[in-house]
């Protein structure tokens, strides 16, 4: 938050012709980021539902899994390329970018925690029309819980990767976040900080710093989809950067968790910051939560070790599958 408020102090000293300078630079950025097409639709698919249109994939046969990424701007489906064809031998595996990200429909409004529930609520009601397994990666984790204890028909089993601290989704917006989600969400100055934050390189050091725990595990491939999938439509994805910094996604999962019962198990990088007390905050409210590492990883195992990673969830899908 310092450093975009380092930025915005910048910015609002130039004057008009360097503003029209910025919104000329915004709109080249915005066209050539998807220069490699590395987003390329292939033979996915649109859902069209009530609130615009979400682009997703539908792969291989079996009982159904359906994969979400983590939420942010940068992030798409293309999350689970390095294991969606393994999933995909013994599975039905529905991958999609989610409202606000990828090649799915940007909006300019505002986005919850309860947008993503009706969303992901209406995909499998109307698309997977079955009881399925959700992988769900990060922020995303917090919404698949919440629609399985919303209705337990809809979901049978959740794989929440590396979610989000409980206390941290239950943070509420104050003046300081409202502040940085009104800035983003601006014409000109909030594309230029979208722009900072999502520029090739600080995508490029969010994986080396943030993402893996073995730089060397990143690719050029990776930086690619991700800098494509922040500049698909543009700008778009600043409606959502806006809400997530504005902490409008705000929610509280407590009961939630202990709803979903055994139907939930935390699969984490134990490279991981602060891993420990996130699983320990879980299993606070819900003590039949089991939680396994995946080593030498941090924030994304299933793109650092792909086979590690398919390795620890295998029991529980299987287990699942057993079940049914």
Known sequence: MSRLTEHVKTLLKLDAFALGIMHISNRYLGSVAAGKNMLKPGNGKYFRWKHGEVFYHKYGKGSPIVLLHHLDPA????????????????????TVDLPGCGRSTKKNDSYSNYYYVL???AFIKELVKSRCTVIASGYSSSFA?????????????IIAVNPKNVRELNRLPDSRSRAASVLISLPIIGTTLYNIVQSRDNIDLRFSEEYLYNPFRSKDRFVDAFY???????????????????????????????????????????KAEKSDSVISAYRKYNDSIVAYPVSGTRL???????????????????ENDAEV
């Open 145 to 157: 819980i919440m629609t399985a204890s919303v209705d337990s028909k809809l979901i049978d089993r």
């Open 75 to 94: 992030f798409s489906s293309y999350e689970w390329n390095e294991i969606v064809d393994d999933l995909a031998t013994d599975h039905t595996v529905y």
């Open 300 to 318: 994304v195992p299933h793109m650092e070790r792909p086979q590690e990673f398919l390795s620890v969830c295998g029991s529980f899908l299987k």
């Open 119 to 121: 969303f992901l609520t």
């Open 228 to 270: 494509e999938g922040a500049h698909f439509h543009e700008d778009g994805g600043k409606y959502l950067l806006a809400s997530v910094q504005g902490r409008i996604l705000a929610v509280n999962i407590i009961e939630a968790l202990r709803k979903v019962g055994d139907r939930l198990m935390i699969l984490y990088g134990d």
